[in-house]
């Protein structure tokens, strides 16, 4: 792999180590793992936007509590 030896991985993983911390290491192997998820679904030309539709959301008017808001249903 591009030439390196195992000394010259265990000596990079070490410093990787170092830098990122061992709380930081599962933050940024979840973000790697999304990355190659996300780069491989949009090289296979798959759609990478979501069109689920949101949670509807709850407004307070000035009458009192807060009412919730019921989405309209989808035309055909």
Known sequence: MFGLGTGELLTLALIIFIVFSASRMGQLGDALG???YSFRRAANGQ??????????????????????????????
């Open 34 to 36: 999304r990355f190659v």
């Open 47 to 76: 759609n990478t936007i979501d069109v689920t539709p949101m949670r509807p959301v709850l407004r307070a008017d000035e009458s009192g509590p807060v009412a919730e808001t019921k989405p309209e249903p989808p035309s055909t």
